[in-house]
């Protein structure tokens, strides 16, 4: 069975930092491009961040690079997004998604919840 | 890359069908076959429903189907029951080789 579990999320002020990690199981972790998804309270789904199979490819939505990392340890079947210098607006419940292929993201974590605030 | 139009909401009764419209642009909808639909229920993750315009995955409901015209793709679900009550949102491969999701719809069973 397909898992992915977040963790990592938590309160922090602006500027701050937070490492989100995604425990991935049950699948070939290491053959698939990964995806971090995002969804602001009450808002839609915005597409944060992905990385291929080998973390040579990485692409970001305009309004994180520069300040978020992603990346992947395919020894530990694990994806991670290193969040710096946080905004308000960067409050959100970030999923992990696996690319089924084509931005088809055929399994989702629970989430975890990153809030911003002073 | 803006968001993809969708329509903020739709209704439908138990039995009849239902179709969720999400418009873009040629770089991105009308461009490529590469668009998905997702649906949420509240406090849940999004599941995949449609990939590729059309194809379903396995284990969903012959009930869904997708399609697309131009830069306009669509989401029907036929047979409406209580358990399609949820927010559905479209995604598109763009010419950024980025992904971009539509503003999502609320679909409510009367």
Known sequence: ?118 | QSALTQPASVSGSPGQSITISCTGTSSDVGGYKYVSWYQQHPGKAPKLMIREVSNRPSGVSNRFSGSKSGNTASLTISGLQAEDEADYYCSSYTSNITPVFGGGTRLTVL
Not at chain 1, 44 to 62: C, F, H, I, P, T
């Open chain 1, 1 to 118: 069975e397909v898992q992915l579990v977040e963790s990592g999320g938590g309160w922090v002020q602006p500027g701050g930092s937070l490492r989100l990690s995604c425990a991935a199981s049950g699948f070939t972790f290491s053959s698939y491009w990964m995806t971090w998804v995002r969804q602001a309270p009450g808002i839609g789904l915005e597409w944060v961040a992905n990385m291929n199979q080998d973390g040579s490819k990485r692409y970001y939505v305009d309004s994180v690079k520069g300040r978020f990392t992603i990346s992947r340890d395919n020894a530990k079947n694990s994806l991670y997004l290193q969040m710096n210098s946080l905004r308000v607006e960067d409050t959100a419940v970030y999923y992990c998604a696996r690319d089924g292929g084509w931005y088809a993201h055929d399994f989702w974590g629970q989430g975890t919840l990153v809030s911003v605030s002073s």
